[in-house]
């Protein structure tokens, strides 16, 4: 207990002056002490969405991982994913489990009905039906509503919402109403913020979320810092800027209370091809499943 007081009272302080070896001892000590969320990579090197997941695997990874989350957070309902909350619940932990949507309408289907068929067995706390999907500009808002409410309408009593960037909730207020919670993606990073200024920049958002919101329940679905890769404007990963963000970050979560998934659990390569080479680089873990501070 003496070492969680200790952390909290670092809250705020500036980091600048703290060698790698003091931050790295921060951090690990901020992650053995566990966090509230964190989303789950399931894909092993040479693996991407399209091939089957293995109970194996999945088992693996949550055996590493659950000492230091309460939650986890998974993205998709089919190809073996929806082994996930299933193998979570029986380790311990509670799930936010999502709906992968897309342009492919039959793959949709499946989705939508594999997070039903999850959530109705009881390996659901939190359901979410898609992700990014109007910033991607796969479906339409009418589309994107029709599911939500088919979701909320076969699962009453759990808590239903959609993840986007925070700004979203703000500029679709239909989509807003739908939701139970507003599921609220929040990436300093990718808007090039120096990490200086980064948590201040992330509360905002948070703020903006909570504004849309109007009152319901908002969470953090996805926040983190890459270690390695280009730099995007302001934004410089880095070794210490990882561990930066994440000790901001956790003690945050722990002072105020916020309800945060951090992004990732563990490297996975297969994310170059959207974000370039930074996309390999979120995990807490390696795409070796070793821990990288």
Not at 117 to 137: S, T
Not at 224 to 229: A, E, L, N, S
Request: aromatic share 12%.
């Amino acid at each position: 207990m003496a070492a969680r007081y200790e952390i909290l009272s670092l809250a705020g302080q500036d980091l600048s002056g703290k060698s790698k070896e003091e931050l790295s001892e921060l951090y690990n000590e901020l992650l053995n002490e566990g966090m509230h969320g964190l989303c789950f990579s399931p894909y092993q090197e040479g693996q991407a969405p399209g091939d089957q997941l293995t109970a194996e695997q999945i088992k693996r990874r949550i055996d590493i991982i659950k000492p230091h989350t309460q939650w986890i957070r998974s993205f998709s309902c089919t190809e073996g994913n929806e082994l996930i909350p299933v193998i979570a619940k029986a380790n311990g932990l509670k799930t936010l489990v999502g709906a992968w949507l897309g342009t492919d309408d039959e793959i949709n289907q499946k989705e939508i009905a594999g997070v039903i068929e999850v959530a109705k067995a009881g390996h659901a706390d939190i359901v979410a039906v898609g992700n990014e999907v109007l910033y991607r500009k796969d479906l339409t808002e009418d589309e994107l509503l029709a599911f939500i409410y088919q979701v909320k309408e076969a699962l009453p009593g759990i808590p239903v919402g959609y993840v986007d960037a925070y700004y979203e909730f703000g500029f679709k207020p239909r989509i807003t109403e739908a939701c139970d919670v507003i599921l609220a993606n929040c990436y300093p990073y990718w808007e090039g913020c120096a990490l200086e200024y980064s948590l201040l920049y992330m509360k905002d958002m948070f703020r903006r979320a909570m504004m849309a919101g109007e009152g319901k329940r908002v969470i953090i679905t996805e926040t983190g810092w890459p270690d390695q890769g280009q730099v995007f404007h302001g934004a410089i990963p880095s070794h210490e800027n990882a561990m930066k963000y994440f000790i901001n970050t956790q003690l945050w979560s722990k002072q105020e209370d916020i309800e945060i998934f951090y992004f990732s659990s563990f490297d996975e390569s297969w994310k170059t091809g959207d974000e370039g080479d930074v996309g390999a680089f979120w995990g807490i873990w390696d795409k070796h499943e070793q821990p990288k501070f």
